[in-house]
């Protein structure tokens, strides 16, 4: 049976909208802003090296930048990093590293309540179980796939997009077959055998819809601060990652039904022990 496109975006979209997805859409609006706050105050202390560069080779040479000039300058790149606390850059990346974990281990949870036909999925039980090796595996085999796929985009772009596609279901396979990265990555290539179009233009439909409502919902609001546009971006954000999410696993449940009847048929079996 081949993949059901069009279901998997419906479904991606009901999900979202359901008790479990506004509340794993809640959470990560709170990782949001917490990457947010690290990454803005990185870019401050950037800002600010950039800045007293200026000012130490200011009158060197007769095009530098005068000191009204270099005020100047600053006053509007600070304007652009409201958010930035202080601390130091060295507190903020250690924030960064935390809230990608975090956020991995949200990804695992979300995939495996929306991997469930239910609605209201979450539970204790979904969290905990094997949720730290699961987020391991899941950081890890990220990092992997994420080198694969720009070293096929380094050479080629076709190979980097295959290689994408085919590792697609990687958290899939972690949340829900607690895989390790390795056998997540072998089991994705398997799984999308035969159906990495229609998964290529699934995940080509998510993105445009993302970029849509992402380019879409700031202009009707009228965006007239740096602040009000980071907060609007972590808003929006939390909710397409658990669209993207949910649409991705749905599309994962319908393989995953096809591979157990094939597995209960006892046809096939060695292409998926492979």
């Known amino acids: 049976m081949s993949l059901r496109i069009g279901e998997a975006l419906s479904e991606g979209v009901r999900r979202t909208f359901t008790r479990d997805g506004l509340v794993l859409a809640i959470v990560f609006v709170l990782i949001g802003i917490v990457t947010a706050l690290a990454t803005q105050t990185i870019v401050a202390e950037v800002i600010d090296g950039a800045i007293e560069a200026l000012r130490a080779e200011s009158g060197t040479a007769p095009n530098d930048f005068s000191p009204d000039e270099i005020d100047r300058i600053e006053t509007a790149l600070e304007g652009q990093v409201p958010l930035a606390l202080p601390i130091s850059p060295l507190v903020a990346g250690l924030l960064l590293v935390l809230t990608g974990v975090l956020a991995e281990a949200a ?18 039980e979904l969290v ?3 949720i730290v090796v699961a987020t391991l595996n899941g950081v890890v085999g990220g990092i992997v796939v994420s080198i694969v796929v720009g070293i096929g985009l380094l050479f080629l772009v076709v190979p980097g997009i295959l290689f994408a596609i085919a590792f697609l279901f990687l958290r899939q396979e972690i949340a829900v077959e607690d895989e390790s990265f390795v056998g997540a990555m072998a089991s994705s290539w398997q799984l999308t055998k035969g159906d990495r179009l229609e998964l290529f233009a699934l995940v080509l439909g998510v993105i445009v819809l993302v970029t849509v409502v992402s380019t879409v919902v700031p202009i009707l609001l009228g965006v007239v601060s740096p602040l009000v546009n980071v907060v609007i ?25 096809d591979r157990a009847a094939v597995r209960r048929d006892g046809t096939d079996t060695d292409e998926w022990t492979a």
């Open 128 to 130: 905990r179980r094997n």
């Open 107 to 124: 990804n695992l949870v979300a995939v495996r309540a929306f991997f469930t036909e239910s609605g209201r999925a979450l539970s204790g």
């Open 233 to 257: 971006s972590v808003l929006l954000g939390g909710v397409t990652a658990v669209f993207g999410t949910a649409t991705i696993t749905r599309a994962y449940a319908q393989l995953h039904a």
